[in-house]
């Protein structure tokens, strides 16, 4: 496939940053000390650059193809647009817990953003053994202010129209839809597990109510237009930062949006709680019980989180004289379940289909069998837990009394 625009290099950033002046307040390109590109990520190109008075920059450039497979896998560089559009939205409503970004060129696609190399990825320090307390309640904060603040509950009619009709993503939400909700249980030829593990994965796609399960979450997600949800908020997508010789963050932030679309609230919520659930049986894996605890606790910190901001935003819903007290329990109700749904879905795809986590993949094979085959025996069991049952404390239990038997040594 060829390209109508320039990538970016290393050798040319700062002729980019030169020829946008409004960077030119942010980093001096005359004055570069630093430039690399660190993305580790599986779609994009990201350069870090440094100047001579410590200022730094985060250019992020779209290619015209996913970066993980190379120019065989082709995908629009629009994607760029919906991360934007999607990050200046949510930072406008929580910017404590969202990546700032400073300019777009929607030529080359390429989005200037704040410089956040003095926090770490959420999953690499949680898989350094790192404990980042707060982290958790601070993405559901986050969840709840944009399940708010972008909904109908706040946004004018035309405006809503407006934003709806600018976050339809069709071609990430494509992605979405066959890697998390039909691959798991029908291979398209991209799943993989280790040998011991294949039963497992056979297992999972013989499982007609997991399979059911997950038809139903994928008609959710395709239906559901509640927000404008992040799309892709597993741990990856989180950046951590605490004091030296403190476990308490004093930053975390949400970023790498480009997934964004108007969807189920609950999407974003159960793919942190499977994260969380898989940093865990990465513990219990280690032999790190105490740990694996520390993890499942997050998912109720989450949920806390969430249910505080949104609770605490209802007040200004537009239409009081019809959206009472009672919807709000219902809302909440139904999300809590749809959840563990999107949760079950998470950990599926994260173990069979495509895109792995390191969480899993970097423990030795030994161990690993039963981390994948816990992961896989929780998401069966979370959407056989009954509507009604379940807070998101119970479901912590169940996860660890899973993933503590299907452990192997
Ligand atoms: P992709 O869309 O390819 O997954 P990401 O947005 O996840 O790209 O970025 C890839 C990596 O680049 C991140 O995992 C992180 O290490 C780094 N990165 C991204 N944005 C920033 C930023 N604003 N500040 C510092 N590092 C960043
Ligand atoms: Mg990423």
């Known amino acids: ?44 190109l990201v350069f870090l650059l440094g100047d001579a008075t410590g200022r730094g920059l985060v250019l992020k450039q779209a290619l015209p ?55 770490s990825v959420w999953r690499g320090a949680l ?56 691959e798991p249980s029908v291979d398209a030829g991209r799943n993989s597990v280790i040998e011991q593990n294949k039963k497992d994965a056979a297992d999972l796609a013989a499982d007609e109510d997991f399979v059911t399960a997950m038809g139903r979450a994928k008609w959710l997600f395709m239906t559901k237009g509640e927000a404008l949800i992040h ?18 963050c004093d930053s975390v932030k949400a970023f ?14 159960g793919c942190l709680w499977a994260n969380y659930v898989i940093a865990a049986a990465r513990a219990f894996a280690l032999g790190d019980e105490p740990r694996a605890e520390w993890a499942l606790g997050m998912i109720q910190q989450t949920w806390d989180g969430f249910e505080e901001e949104f609770r605490a935003r209802w007040s200004d819903r537009r239409d009081p004289r019809v959206w009472r ?15 563990r749904l999107f949760a079950a879905a998470e950990l599926a795809r994260r173990t069979v289909g495509a895109a792995k986590t390191k969480d899993i ?19 069966r069991r979370f959407v056989r837990v009954p509507d009604a ?17 299907s452990r192997t040594s």
């Open 1 to 44: 496939m060829t390209a109508d625009y320039e990538f970016l290099t290393v050798d040319t950033v700062a002729d980019y940053v030169r020829s946008v002046p409004r960077l030119a307040q942010r980093i001096d390109p005359d004055a570069l000390v630093s430039v690399s590109e660190i993305g580790d990520g599986n779609l994009n």
């Open 65 to 119: 193809y996913v970066r993980m497979t190379g120019e065989g896998w082709p995908m629009t560089p629009e994607r760029a647009r919906f991360e934007v559009d999607s990050l200046r939205a949510h930072h406008a409503l929580l910017p404590e817990h969202v990546v700032e970004v400073f300019d777009y060129d929607p030529e080359r696609f390429i989005i200037a953003m704040e410089d956040l190399s003095d926090h």
């Open 127 to 182: 898989n350094e053994g790192l404990i980042h307390d707060g982290a958790a309640a601070a993405m559901g904060r986050y969840v709840g202010a944009v399940a708010f603040g972008t909904s109908a509950l706040a946004l004018e009619r035309k405006e809503l129209a407006k934003a709806v009709a600018a976050a339809v993503n069709p071609e990430l939400c494509l992605i979405t839809e066959d890697l998390v909700f039909s």
């Open 231 to 248: 799309g892709d908020l597993h741990t990856g997508s989180v950046m951590v930062r605490s004091p030296e010789g403190s476990t308490a």
């Open 256 to 269: 790498d949006s480009e997934f964004a679309f108007y969807g189920p609230v609950a999407y974003d919520i």
């Open 325 to 339: 007290g009672p919807f709000l329990e219902h809302l909440l109700a139904d999300w809590n379940e749809e959840s």
């Open 361 to 379: 993949e970097t423990l030795p094979e030994s161990i690993r069998e039963g981390a994948a085959r816990g992961v896989l025996l929780a998401a």
């Open 389 to 405: 049952a379940g807070a998101p404390h119970d479901l912590a239990v169940l996860a660890a009394d899973t993933l503590r038997e």
